[in-house]
């Protein structure tokens, strides 16, 4: 059974500190993607990586897929409240899902 | 209205009602889905529509039954649900009607969830 594990569960930091959450599986994926889902809204796409080592750039979101297509990370510079959110991974177009790291940036 | 609109957004219902969720699309897609999200779990994939053909029901339990009227509508109709249902229940639309996790601009765009609570 294909899995993918999120980490941290959970993060608080203060604003304009940097923070890097992993998405991991033993598993390889044809693709990956994260969403962000804020509070009383659903999962809204962020990035879709599909090469090994590719690294996608979203204005300080910073995304990259593990060289065996087995992982991904997502780091987040000089993180602002308006980041908050649960960030969830998928893999091969949502087939596969984590469960998620809720993310608190304190202004 | 545009985008993926889902209500209501809050349901209390108890063991023995019947309610239902809707959920309706104005992008045009062609495919609708049904999820379920649980605290600190994977979202669950329930339903998969294409062209208002069922095409997944993810072993989900019969006191859960998917309606789909036209691909612009989705309704999950509840009956006798029980406390480990309470969740929220998100429906999303693709405008690809391939299998799931085919290649291609297969993006996911959600509704907001309809939150359930069983008592």
């Known amino acids: 059974t294909q899995l993918l594990e999120q980490s941290p569960q959970f993060l608080s930091i203060q604003e304009g500190e940097n923070l890097t959450v992993y998405c991991n599986s033993s598993?390889?994926?044809?693709?990956l993607q994260w969403y962000r889902q804020e509070p009383g809204e659903g999962p809204v796409l962020l990035v879709t990586v599909v090469t090994g080592g590719e690294v996608k750039k979203l204005k300080r979101l910073t995304f990259q897929f593990g060289d065996a297509r087995k992982d991904s990370s997502l780091h987040i510079t000089a993180a602002q409240p308006g980041d908050t959110g649960l960030y969830l991974c998928?893999?091969?177009?949502?087939?596969?899902w984590g469960a998620g790291t809720k993310l608190i940036i304190k202004p | 209205e545009t985008g993926v609109t889902q209500t209501p957004r809050h349901l209390v219902m108890g063991m023995t009602n019947k309610k239902s969720l809707k959920c309706e699309q104005h992008l045009g897609h062609n495919a609708m889905y049904w999820y379920k999200q649980s605290a600190k779990k994977p979202l669950e994939l329930m339903f998969v529509y294409n062209f208002k053909e069922q095409t997944e029901n993810n072993s989900v339990p019969s006191r859960f039954s998917p309606e789909c009227p036209n691909s612009s509508h989705l309704f999950l109709h509840l009956h006798t649900l029980q406390p480990e249902d309470s969740a929220l229940y998100l429906c999303a639309s693709r405008p690809e009607a391939g299998a799931i996790g085919s290649w291609g601009a297969n993006v996911l765009t959600f509704g907001a969830g309809s939150r359930l609570t069983v008592l």
């Open positions: 598993s390889v994926f044809s693709s």
């Open positions: 998928a893999g091969d177009y949502q087939l596969i």
